[in-house]
């Protein structure tokens, strides 16, 4: 929906001067007269009628005692005055600027409500500023590109996908503008990993049970879940950051839409927050080898966690994988069975293409943004 703004926003500016000229002429004093009692040359006097010089502090004083018009009046033009003049050569600047909006996936930020649209360029330009929380161009650069190419963000990003920086920031963003409404208590460790173990039971339940469970569990020990869905030519399904050094946030996407995916998903990246602690994390695409390590560990992590190595091994030895089997297992081990399908699928066990794929929950209604809420994320916020 295209937002038409009826705020008024005058694209010129009437310089203070000409309130004072106007205000003079009505007391039948001249310029001459003014500046004698000011005590200000007559040639300021003129330059600030003429919209050459600005009203200092003051001259706005001066003018209060002769004119009896307080200094904050004064003050007050000056100030908006100036004000509407460096948004017209803002806007002038802007203007040459529009055309990095095809950068970021405006029409999809309208549609899912989480900016305003304009039919007006600029003021398009103004909005997504706006939601980056950056001044200008460059400063979006500044900052959203350095997190994202640099290690101040991790996330587990599809391999066989090149995703576009646009896509990824704004992504990002609404992750951390979620983040930051709900309120939780500070980080601990110990309790994160207690907390874990409560989540890894959820594994059986519905979105209904899990989302808000999950939420309220981790907002309990310093850690904020959000569920943002992903965004065309993203193609992330996980991330994690802090947003205080003592606040860390896991952000999902549901890329893959089935609850294996997303469960691995989750412990993958509550791995980074015990392992790798509050340090810069990296991004997967970064080819050096001790981040590739990282990566691995929080692989192993999320894999551990759900179904212990040794556990797993002993089942795969017995060399039955059937309905009877998998279910069996998975209830031997408190977990959905789709996360020991998925599990024997990426160790190749077992094709992906399988009847065995029935176990799987998929997540397809959720993007209809019954999962992604307000009410929803916003649910734990109390203390």
């Not at 996330?155 to 409404?181: C, D, F, P």
């Not at 065995?356 to 397809?364: A, P, T, V, W």
Request: with cysteine.
């Amino acid at each position: 929906m295209v937002n038409k703004d009826l705020r008024f926003e005058p694209d010129y500016a009437i310089p203070p001067g000409e309130t004072l000229l106007d205000t003079i002429e009505y007391l039948g004093m001249t310029q001459t007269e003014l500046a004698e009692r000011t005590g200000r040359p007559l040639k300021t006097i003129s330059e600030i009628i003429n919209g050459k010089t600005a009203i200092t502090p003051e001259t706005a004083l001066q003018l209060e005692r002769v004119l009896g018009i307080p200094a904050a009046f004064w003050n007050s033009l000056q100030r908006n005055y100036d004000e509407l003049l460096e948004r017209k050569r803002e806007r002038e600047r802007l203007q040459q600027q529009t055309e990095w909006l095809k950068k970021i996936p405006v029409k999809e930020l309208v549609k899912r409500g989480w900016i305003r649209g304009f039919e007006d360029l600029v003021d398009q330009l103004q909005e997504v500023l706006n939601y980056f929380g950056v001044a200008s161009i460059e400063a979006w650069s500044n900052v959203w590109q350095n997190v994202i190419e640099s290690p101040a963000v991790a996330y587990r990003k599809s391999e066989a996908y090149k995703s576009e920086l646009g896509a990824v920031a704004s992504w990002l963003r609404k992750g951390q503008i979620e983040a930051q409404k709900i309120i939780c208590k500070p980080f601990n460790e110990s309790s994160f990993k207690d907390a874990l173990k409560s989540i890894r039971a959820l594994t059986t339940t519905g979105p209904k049970t899990f989302v808000p469970e999950i939420q309220r569990l981790c907002a309990e020990v310093g850690v904020v879940v959000v569920f943002i869905p992903e965004l065309p030519k993203c193609r992330i399904s996980g991330a994690t950051y802090w947003l205080s050094s003592d606040k860390a946030v896991i952000q999902l996407s549901l890329r893959y839409r089935t609850d294996d995916h997303l469960w691995f998903s989750f412990f993958h990246e509550a791995g980074h927050i015990l392992l790798h602690g509050k340090r810069n994390l990296f991004l997967e695409y970064d080819n050096e080898e001790s981040k590739q390590e990282e990566e691995e560990e929080a692989n192993r992590f999320a894999a551990n966690i759900l179904i212990p190595a040794a556990r797993f091994n002993h089942f795969v030895k017995r060399g039955s994988f059937n309905v009877f089997t998998i279910k069996q297992f998975a209830e031997e081990l408190g977990i959905a069975p789709s996360i020991v399908v998925g599990r024997l699928q990426h160790e190749k066990i077992i094709p992906y293409r399988t009847r065995l794929n029935f176990f799987k929950k998929h997540f397809n209604g959720l993007c209809d943004y019954t999962l992604y809420s307000p009410a929803a994320v916003t649910y734990y916020q109390q203390d």
